[in-house]
């Protein structure tokens, strides 16, 4: 169980609870026993065994299965117990309904707006003023509005689809989500009032024109003709205001994730949620595992020490006196689990599998390596007929085995810790494989040549040891000190989980981009901090700290054993390994770098894990990632993102992608707000001027579809390249669109309304035809307003080009045959425009061209990549004027922390208008909260000590504790100090007592004692939802 001196827990045991019966199934133990028994732990549940079942062996034969074989496999008797005891498995989470997820979609405020506009737009493209039909107008409003509600469902489905797939439901939308959100709306606020200026300017224009400069009289048979011209000018607003609206961003962003989920499986990484991959864009910590994630976790010996060398690679056996190596193969084969076995490779060229115990399988490893077999020794020497087995634990820190020899007597076998083993040593084995007297004074000398070597360079040093009884001097076996001594040495080996070898180069790309990599094991300080120089997180010369975790806990707590937030900042922007660390640990190193304030914008923290005690740590990261090879259902459920491959090396891929999604975002939000400001512009200033759009409402649907669709097909679906790490992170502050991309979205706006007004005014006479301007109200197309609309539309996609690059690069073709889809989008649309143009006709108000006039549509098409390069010459710094856009929620909103672990989804504008009523709920319920703090704690301090049922359970993260009052304890809660393997770990070791929480009940005076053991998944004094501490620090 470790040690608990430390800490103020107390176990009290239970009052035996009678057995139900009659069993079911003729098995002599119920599922309820089963459940009941599952809720226990450490020495609680170790006395429950007993006084029920007598040992585990008779709780075995009660079940009708083996500890050593496990079940039969035998299929009635399986179906049996699954009828008995149910399947092992845990039941997915319920999804959403498909209207729930249509309804949801349908509060984006984007969509909000759209849908009014294509509502009020359909029911006015069908009036028809009394006695005269507009075959022109029915055309150009039907069709301009029942391509915008397609539209805008498009995009909804889109969504919707994309959600389903994440099938989890989110506290909130992501950070660049609710940017994006924010944006929007901004968006269409502006363009709800450029669309209603321009509505009123045409009304007035047309008003003061008709009845006031010509003197008109409003006569009641003109009526319909004015209503006509009405309804046209309010079209004409309605067009502005689509246009503003930028309804393509959340289209954008739900393309460009669940363009990276789909290619980032491919990288081994399985996105559970699907704002993970953004946030992982903006990551500035990694917090990872050991074994397994930065190490290949296949322990392997690499040096050994026998018959008096020191060799540092595996030996020859020829080298090897055959006493020594016999000793050394049945020692090895004999004293480990004999379920720890070596199998062959499941296909060719991979390596061979460990099963069990790692660190045994490292010293079968060896006996293979030394050209020798451990199944012939384990099928002369069955499991049965081992006298006595003294199983490994983390006090005596080794494991020995007790045989008997032919001539009657005993022959033990002893591994472990080599500093502890080899003080039992009083002789080790020569170069003949004959016992020489070990004094201490060579054992010093062992340490300082041998061992400490070993341990410098990363190795975990095991002694393998015997000893011999004779027949006649059997000793008592129940005295282990006594037996377990006067050993002689056989061999010290060093074992190495070896680093992968890709790891060291994917840590210095993530250094280079400017994210800090942190180890956070459970094994010894010194071979955690040599993996950590290999892998390259600890270099030579820095600043860093190195610690364990009690000296991290001795760090970070004051007398009082609570945790302090200024404590905390002074240790973790140094710590660069934290070795025997607890899970508790980890979840108090991630928690106090989110809540730290001391620099100049929050952390994003990502956080590997893999066993169910890590749980609360990988829900409480930004960024959880969970093991898929060795990692429990538990973790996979906590996570985020899930590693496939369990290798470091997928995480710094999913950086990568994650700081693609917000490139593409920002370069499809610089190309579609070049669009906006020109198309609204153009639409706004054409129709003041002339009285009419130069962009018909059709035309700058097919436009809006160039710009939201396919744009962002296009720019959405860029692949990542490594120039993505050699920058900074963004930060959650960070505004989507930055000086450059304000300077490129204003200089080419400059230039297409230049060709547009000019061509707008003065086209005709270059081009010597007929002027569009004041043509009559349902006058055929014109050749001029549709090189207007072709140019506008050549030049929307040579900026498309010029949008793959936003930060001021030169060269916009680099990459652009990588990415297919952009060619074929590109090309596509062209061919498309050519269509358009040549037969769209009356519908489309176009008039076909002629092989000249494209010809310098075309020109002047291609002339946005020429201004392009005279753009990125003008260096940003100079533009002074030049403002960012974009930002981030401010510091007065909501945010992640203050939302309930339980509530649903909160759409960033949604909670804009909610946010008062959220605040006056959050009181409620906070009230509400102290309300029971208070009656539980006068409950614990007046009304007794008796104990309530236990309710802990392995399924539950934060179970709610039983609480005893201890005044006056001031002892500091401190983590086991073990030296076991970390899967046996988490078998042995009691959980942790260090709390999750900075405030805490230690505030008041008033200690608390857990009633029974605590499961290692939650911390003791854990403030769940549900006990009694939660939210005490605002009831204290």
């Not at 459940?35 to 034969?61: F, H, I, N, P, W």
């Not at 669940?258 to 980032?264: D, G, L, T």
């Not at 080419?748 to 002027?771: K, M």
Request: aromatic share 8%; glycine share 8%; proline share 6%.
């Amino acid at each position: 169980m470790g040690d608990v001196a430390n800490s103020s827990i107390e176990f009290h045991p239970k009052p035996q609870q009678q057995r139900e019966a009659p069993h079911a199934g003729g098995f002599g133990c119920t599922l309820a026993e089963l459940r009941s028994l599952m809720e226990l732990r450490g020495a609680e549940a170790l006395q429950k065994v007993q006084e029920t079942y007598g040992d585990v062996g008779g709780l075995c034969r009660r079940l009708k299965t083996s500890p050593t074989e496990g079940l039969a496999d035998n299929t009635n008797d399986l179906e049996k117990r699954r009828q008995i005891y149910g399947q092992n498995f845990i039941p997915p989470k319920q999804p959403k309904t498909f209207l729930q997820l249509v309804w949801e979609a349908l509060q984006d405020v984007t969509l909000i707006i759209l849908e009014v506009a294509a509502i009020v737009s359909l029911g006015l493209s069908f009036y028809a003023p009394p006695g005269e039909e507009s075959e022109a107008k029915k055309q150009d409003g039907a069709v301009a509005m029942e391509m915008q509600p397609l539209k805008s469902a498009e995009g909804g489905e889109m969504e919707e689809r994309e959600k389903k797939k994440a099938n989890v439901p989110k506290k909130e939308k992501s950070v660049l989500q609710g940017k994006l959100t924010k944006l929007a709306v901004q968006i269409g606020k502006a363009g709800l009032v450029m669309s209603a200026i321009t509505v009123i300017i045409l009304v007035l224009y047309f008003v003061i024109e008709a009845f006031v400069v010509e003197g008109r009289a409003w006569l009641a048979e003109c009526t319909p003709v004015y209503v006509q011209y009405f309804v046209k000018f309010f079209i004409i607003g309605v067009t502005v205001l689509v246009v503003a609206v930028p309804e393509g961003l959340p289209l954008a962003v739900t393309i460009s994730l669940a363009y990276s989920v789909k290619k980032m499986m491919r990288d081994n990484n399985l996105v559970r949620h699907l704002d993970a991959c953004e946030t992982m864009g903006n990551a500035t910590a990694i917090c990872s595992d050991k074994t397994g994630t930065l190490t290949t976790n296949r322990m392997t010996v690499v040096q050994s020490y026998l018959g008096d060398t020191h060799y540092k690679e595996v030996p020859a056996p020829s080298v090897l006196t055959p006493k020594i190596l016999d000793l050394l193969v049945h020692a090895i084969s004999i004293n480990s689990a004999y379920t720890t076995k070596i199998l062959p490779p499941e296909k060719e060229g991979a390596l061979p599998r460990q099963v069990g115990n790692k660190t045994e399988c490292a010293l079968l490893g060896f006996v293979l390596d030394l050209n020798r077999d451990f199944q012939p020794v384990r099928e002369q020497i069955p499991e049965d007929k081992l006298y006595k087995v003294y199983t490994f634990n983390s006090v005596r820190k080794s494991m020995s085995t007790v045989i008997r020899t032919p001539d009657g007597g005993f022959r033990l076998f002893s591994k472990g810790a080599s500093e502890i083993l080899l003080k039992k040593c009083t002789n080790i084995l020569n170069s003949n494989g004959e016992p020489r007297s070990f004094r201490p004074r060579d054992r010093d000398d062992m340490v300082k040549k041998v061992i400490e070597p070993m341990a410098c360079n990363g190795l975990r040093t095991i002694c393998i040891a015997y000893r011999d009884f004779s027949a006649a001097q059997e000793p008592d076996w129940d005295d282990e000190n006594e037996v377990v001594g006067d050993l002689t040495c056989i061999a010290v080996v060093g074992i190495e989980d070896p680093v992968r070898p890709e790891v060291p180069e994917a840590i210095r790309k993530c250094q280079r981009a400017g994210i800090t990599v942190r180890m956070v094991t459970g094994d010894n300080i010194n071979t955690a901090r040599a993996i950590a120089a290999k892998c390259g997180i600890i270099q030579p010369g820095e600043d860093f700290l190195c610690l364990e975790g009690k000296e991290f806990n001795r760090r970070i707590r004051n007398e009082k054993g609570e945790i302090e937030q200024e404590r905390l900042d002074k240790v973790w922007p140094k710590l660069r390994v934290l070795a025997r660390s607890s899970p508790t640990d980890k979840h108090t190193l991630v928690k106090g770098i989110i809540d730290s304030n001391t620099g100049e914008q929050r952390q994003v923290v990502a956080v590997t894990g893999d066993g169910t005690n890590d749980g609360p740590a990988l829900k409480k990261a930004d960024v959880g990632f969970a093991m898929g090879i060795a990692g429990t259902d538990v973790a996979k459920e906590a996570s985020d993102i899930i590693l496939t491959d369990d290798n470091f090396t997928s995480i710094v891929k999913a950086v990568m992608w994650g700081r693609n999604v917000y490139d593409s975002i920002s370069k499809f939000l610089q190309f579609q707000l070049t669009v906006n400001v020109v198309a609204v512009i153009v639409a706004f200033t054409g129709a003041c001027i002339t009285q009419d759009s130069p962009l018909k409402a059709v035309q700058m649907l097919w436009v809006n579809l160039i710009m939201d669709t396919f744009a962002s097909l296009a720019l959405a679906t860029e692949p990542p390249t490594e120039s993505l790490l050699l920058r900074k992170p963004y930060g959650r502050d960070k505004p989507l669109i930055s000086r450059t991309m304000m300077k490129n979205i204003l200089g080419h706006a400059v230039y297409q309304l230049t060709i547009i007004f000019t061509l707008l005014f003065v086209g005709e006479l270059f081009f010597d035809i007929d002027s569009g301007r004041n043509a009559p109200l349902h006058s055929p197309p014109s050749e001029h307003y549709t090189i207007i609309f072709n140019t506008f539309v050549m030049m929307q996609l040579f900026n498309e080009i010029n949008a793959r690059k936003i930060h001021g690069e030169r060269n916009v073709f680099h990459g652009i045959f990588g990415n297919p889809i952009f060619c074929t989008i590109v090309l596509g649309t062209f061919a498309i425009q050519i269509v358009i143009v040549q037969f769209g006709g009356k519908p489309f108000s176009c008039s076909p061209l002629s092989t000249e006039q494209w010809l310098w549509c075309l020109f002047v098409g291609v002339g946005e990549l020429v201004w392009g390069q005279v753009i990125a010459t003008i260096p940003t710094s100079q533009l002074k004027c030049l403002k960012e856009a974009g930002h981030g929620p401010g510091k007065d909103e909501v945010t992640d922390e203050e939302l309930a672990e339980g509530e649903e989804e909160i759409d960033h504008a949604e909670r804009e208008l909610r946010r008062g009523q959220i605040l006056w709920f959050r009181g409620l319920n906070r009230i509400q909260t102290q309300i029971r703090v208070v009656k539980a704690f006068r409950s614990s301090l007046y009304e007794g000590l008796e104990k309530p049922e236990s309710k802990t359970s392995i399924h539950n993260f934060m179970a709610t504790p039983e609480f005893l009052i201890n005044d006056y304890t001031h002892n500091i809660p401190l983590i086991d100090d073990t030296d076991v393997d970390e899967s046996e770990e988490r078998l042995r070791a009691p959980p942790p007592p260090s709390p999750n929480q900075n405030n805490n009940a230690i505030d008041s005076g008033v200690y608390l004692t857990t009633r029974g053991t605590m499961p290692a998944t939650s911390s003791v004094l854990s403030s769940g939802p549900g006990s009694p501490l939660h939210s005490v620090e605002t009831s204290l």
